[in-house]
């Protein structure tokens, strides 16, 4: 049986195999912002960006797979999103699916492990059952993990915790006084990640937009102006080394 897995064409050169950059980032979180605009800019309706954008998470997973970044988390679908219009909501909720379908195969024999961090109760059954089921298929992977903030907002995020953290103070299983940023981490959605290393923002703005309040208080960020359909493994590499640069001269002088 002869299968064409899409994320396997990627040609690997002997000097790709070899070279080892240091200080590579353990963990990169991207805003995937710019997709409407790089429909319109086309005249192509918004939902053509969206749909672009998921051969640009393809082709970004690939390049942070072979750079050996650890932890990739891509900002999908924010709480915010819900005030789109519903034909837009619609359109991109069916996205996780039509991506698992073209490119888990490929996630697999690479030995990607699929996560994800928001409120997944909230969405659609065909869209968790799609995500869950690709979720349970590489638990057991333990290579790049690739994580997909789902209906994610990070003030949700932070009030979900001070909620169960009251909770669970009341039932004594912790102490007001053991609890630390440490401790603090374990109640988010992001329990068992490191903090990112680099935050990449496409599009043009510069803001958080609610991603990872909390867990990005030192990470290193990266604006670039590219809309997210044209960022691909060159723009990647570029944002990866300027974090090396970075990060050397901070170690020097
Ligand atoms: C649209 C650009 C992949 C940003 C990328 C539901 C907006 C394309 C996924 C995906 C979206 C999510 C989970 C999963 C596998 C794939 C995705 C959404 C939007 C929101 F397990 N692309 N993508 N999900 N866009």
């Known amino acids: 049986m002869s299968m064409k897995i899409p994320f396997l064409n990627n040609k690997q050169t002997k000097e790709n195999d070899t070279e080892k950059p240091e200080n590579v980032p353990d963990h990169v979180a991207i805003i995937m912002d710019g997709n409407g605009r790089w429909a319109q800019r086309r005249g192509l309706p918004r939902i053509a960006g969206h749909k672009e954008g998921v051969s640009a998470v393809n082709k970004i997973v690939k390049a942070a797979v072979k750079a050996n970044v650890k932890i990739l988390t891509l900002y999908t679908f924010s709480t915010e999103n819900w005030k789109r219009p519903r034909s837009e909501i619609d359109f991109i909720l069916k996205l996780p699916k039509e991506f698992l379908h073209i490119y888990l195969p490929g996630l697999i024999a690479n030995n990607v492990k699929?996560?994800?961090?928001?409120?997944?109760?909230?969405?659609?059954?065909?869209?968790?059952?799609?995500?869950?089921?690709?979720?349970?298929?590489?638990?057991?992977?333990?290579?790049?993990?690739?994580?997909?903030?789902?209906?994610?907002?990070?003030?949700?995020?932070?009030?979900?915790?001070?909620?169960?953290?009251?909770?669970?103070?009341?039932?004594?299983?912790?102490?007001?006084?053991?609890?630390?940023?440490?401790?603090?981490s374990k109640y988010l959605f992001t329990n068992g990640l490191s903090d990112p290393d680099l935050l990449i923002r496409t599009g043009g703005e510069q803001r958080l937009s609610n991603f990872l309040l909390w867990q990005l208080a030192y990470t290193e960020f990266w604006f670039t102006d590219e809309l997210w359909p044209d960022f691909n493994e060159k723009s990647f590499s570029v944002a990866l080394e300027e974090y090396q640069r970075r990060k050397r001269r901070y170690g020097g002088i």
Request: aromatic share 8%.
């Open 114 to 184: 699929i996560n994800t961090i928001g409120d997944f109760d909230e969405l659609p059954e065909h869209t968790k059952s799609a995500v869950q089921y690709a979720v349970d298929k590489t638990k057991d992977n333990d290579g790049m993990v690739l994580n997909f903030a789902l209906n994610y907002g990070s003030r949700l995020e932070i009030i979900r915790a001070v909620k169960q953290i009251i909770d669970d103070i009341d039932q004594s299983k912790i102490s007001l006084d053991a609890l630390d940023d440490h401790e603090f």
